[in-house]
């Protein structure tokens, strides 16, 4: 994004804006900076001992925040993130939010505001804490050019290039951006494959050497000007990706050698503008148009002495939006919103699937869908008290979906979604949080077609005729600042679900089974998260700080297959991850270690279930800046040398009436990395 930093110029006709005054009111909370009525702003200041080169280096620094790149789902106003880049969300959907931040020169950033619980103006956008980073206007041009090599443990030498740019030409402002390489499927490796009858007599013991690995490449492109009393931004993205995997399954003994082999070409393109433009001092307008286009090629294969499979995939799916949004600041602790979306989906979706060259059916293999949708909200803010803030929003969505081809189909779904959230600062460094919300999700056009994993011999039939989940999610939150810059966030959720989309039985007329996307009925689910922001310098550790995140899941459903309760499929029990950062100055330099914990999740297909577990992934890592345009970082990601696992439980038939066929494990292990990766700016 590139917008002029004119905060107390706009503060008033743009209600996205935190007004100036009511910072330069506040007492001062140092080193900090401002902290008012919920928004705490922090200045380049504040990040200065860890000398970050982009915004994402600051926005990763703030204490008690964690950074929510949003869903990836159709439509506009149900995939945003946490962060806005001078009041606007950025109007891109395909562009990552990460990756848009990493393009941003700390350099441009004057500060960062961040609002806990909502704030008048501010569109939440249902999250609990939103970012705003606010940038100084600046007539430079600057830019980055960075090299990356990463050694994989098989003797792979991989490398990535980043090169990017920004500037301005009197009222004309641009950035564009291009970003390739190549990376490795951590999932992939080597390890043991072992297949047990129910009585434990091993089958099959063979050894899996496999291999996984993506190539691609982004080019970004956008220009900002005044038009018409407003301001115009049009921004561009393409996107190429290739991924091939090839995997050996070697039997002990001299047994049947099994080799599969996937190709994976996917290429996005997204086109989007957005104009806003002040319409009084307290009125502005906000108008949004995106196309996406995205085709999607999948070709895998399987042979052994006994069998040759064939699967190949091919879709095509584009989405086109528009969105209008007219914004009214009441007073100075109340504003409104009010809009309206309107969207079209299409999919169309080939499969092949063949057995030793005789072609197989499958359901739902060749589908066209179009989707039809358009949504109505009303937002409003209100600073009730001075420790007091309400926020509350009412969307309506309505939508038609038609299906052709080998499942013929009209239906019209319409959902009211209400939300009402309260914050309340019980003093300037705590605050508890409430809302309650119905959320419907959208459905995922993967889901409408069949797919395959040839190696595991699974194939999945595909299912048009799918409803949204639909949820009401009551949260609380208690967060609590303390120190310099220590925080902790407590988040208990509950969620009562219909229609939850797990997987059911497809019968065909000719006696065949399939496993299917479905509807399965009403199921609940639990949520514990932790965040915490921990400097160690009163520990005798100074410029140290340790930040962690965590979050436990309980889930329960009745099984479509046995009737039964058990979890939600894929729903991971324990997610965490922790960060060790350690600032020297002195040296210019931050090291640290970086751990991604393990996690499982579970899969119930009506005639098998199976559970991957990753193990905790570890990243210690060094930087040093030898001046303030030149970033060197050595890093030496999987340590510990972490793999995965896999575990299947098969049965003869549905799992209510047929007993176990055979168990299979595998135990993949993927080897240790090193990475480099330089960086130099350019301008400023």
């Known amino acids: 994004m590139i917008q002029r930093n004119r905060l107390a110029a706009l503060a008033a006709a743009c209600p996205l804006m935190i007004p100036a005054a009511a910072l330069a009111q506040a007492p001062a909370d140092p080193p900090m900076a401002a902290s008012a009525q919920g928004v705490t702003s922090y200045a380049p200041d504040f990040f200065a001992d860890a000398r970050p080169t982009t915004a994402l280096d600051m926005i990763e620094r703030i204490p008690g925040f964690v950074l929510d790149g949003g869903d990836n789902v159709r439509g506009f106003e149900g995939a945003a993130g946490n962060v806005l880049i001078d009041g606007r969300r950025p109007a891109s959907k395909s562009d990552n ?10 350099s441009q950033v004057s500060r960062i505001d961040v609002i806990r619980g909502g704030a008048p103006g501010v569109d939440m956008q249902g999250k609990a804490v939103m970012a705003n980073l606010l940038r100084a206007e600046t007539n430079t041009v600057q830019g980055l050019i960075a090299l990356a090599d ?3 443990y098989d003797g792979r030498n991989l490398l990535g290039l980043r090169v990017e740019g920004s500037g301005r030409a009197g009222a004309l402002a641009w950035e564009a951006g291009l970003v390739g390489g190549q990376g490795p499927d951590d999932g992939a490796g080597e390890g043991p494959r072992v297949r047990v009858d129910r009585l434990g007599v091993p089958l099959i013991l063979s050894d899996v050497d496999s291999q996984g690995q ?87 294969t399987f042979s052994d002495p006994f069998e040759q499979a064939h699967f190949a995939l091919e879709s095509d799916t584009v989405e086109t939006i528009g969105r209008g949004v007219l914004r009214w600041r009441q007073s100075e602790a109340l504003s409104w919103e009010l809009g309206a979306e309107t969207a079209v989906n299409t999919l169309d979706g080939r499969t092949r699937f063949a057995r030793n060259g005789t072609p197989i059916a499958l359901p739902a293999a060749n589908v066209q869908v179009e989707e039809r949708r358009g949504e109505a909200f009303l937002k409003t803010a209100w600073r009730a008290t001075p420790r007091l803030t309400v926020d509350g929003a009412l969307r309506y969505e309505a939508s038609d979906i038609t299906a052709e081809g080998d499942l013929a189909l009209e239906k019209s779904l319409a959902f009211a979604k209400p939300r009402l ?52 999610v009551a949260e609380a939150a208690i ?51 932790m965040n915490l922001n921990l400097p160690l310098e009163r520990f005798g550790v100074k410029g140290a700080q340790l930040r962690g995140e965590a979050t436990w899941r309980w889930s329960e459903v009745e099984d479509p297959t046995t009737g039964e309760s058990r979890e939600i499929s894929g729903l991971r029990p324990l997610e965490w991850e922790a960060h060790y950062t350690h600032d020297l100055p002195a040296w210019k330099s931050v090291w640290g270690i970086d751990v991604f914990g393990g996690w499982r999740e579970t899969y119930y297909r009506y005639d098998e279930i199976s559970t991957r577990k990753l193990k905790t992934f570890v990243v210690p890592f060094v930087e040093w800046k030898p001046q303030p345009t030149w970033v060197i970082r050595f890093e030496i990601p999987n340590v510990t040398e972490r793999g995965v696992r896999r575990t299947r439980t098969v049965y003869e038939g549905p799992r209510d009436v047929s007993p176990v066929a055979y168990i299979e494990d595998r135990d993949i292990q993927f080897g240790r ?9 350019l301008g400023g």
């Open 421 to 472: 959230s309260l914050a309340w600062a019980q003093d300037s460094r705590t605050q508890l949080r409430f809302s309650i919300e119905r959320s419907v999700g959208q459905l995922n056009f993967d889901d409408f077609v069949a797919t395959s994993a040839l190696n595991t011999g699974v194939l999945t039939a595909g299912n048009p005729d799918l409803n949204p989940a639909q949820e009401w």
């Open 214 to 300: 993506a190539t691609n490449g982004a080019l970004t492109g956008a220009v900002e000007r005044p038009v018409l009393g407003g301001q115009l931004r049009v921004n561009g993205r393409l996107f190429v990706d290739h991924y091939e995997y090839d995997e050996r399954n070697q039997q002990r003994g001299g047994g049947p050698l099994e080799v599969s082999h996937e190709d994976f070409d996917l290429t996005e393109t997204e086109l989007g503008a957005s104009f806003t433009r002040p319409l009084s001092p307290r009125t502005s307008l906000e108008l949004i148009g995106l196309r996406q286009t995205a085709e999607q090629v999948i070709d895998s």
């Open 97 to 106: 939010l990460a990756e848009i931040l990493r393009r941003i020169p700390a």
């Open 150 to 152: 990463r050694q994989v």
């Open 673 to 681: 990395m090193y990475r480099l990766r330089i960086s130099k700016t």
């Open 479 to 529: 967060e609590r600042r303390f120190w310099t810059s220590g925080a902790l966030v407590v988040t208990v959720r509950r969620a009562e679900v219909t229609d939850v989309i797990d997987r059911a039985p497809v019968r065909l007329i000719d006696g065949g089974i399939y496993d299917a996307p479905a509807n399965i009925g009403s199921g609940v689910r639990e949520e514990l998260a």
